[in-house]
């Protein structure tokens, strides 16, 4: 299954935050984008939900 995300890293809280556009999921992380923090989180919270 594919699907788009529009990730927003530094958020106080890893939440996912409705939609961002059309059919565009928006997830907030709170790691930073430096050395792919942000992407391994962003998987992190996927593969939980």
Do not use: C, R, W
Not at 7 to 22: C, I, L, M, R
């Amino acid at each position: 299954m594919k699907f788009k995300i529009h990730v927003q890293p530094n958020a106080k809280k890893t939440e996912a935050a409705g939609y961002y556009y059309e059919n565009i999921l928006k997830i907030k992380v709170s790691s930073p984008p430096v050395d792919g923090a942000a992407n391994k989180e962003v998987i992190k919270f996927i593969s939980k939900n």
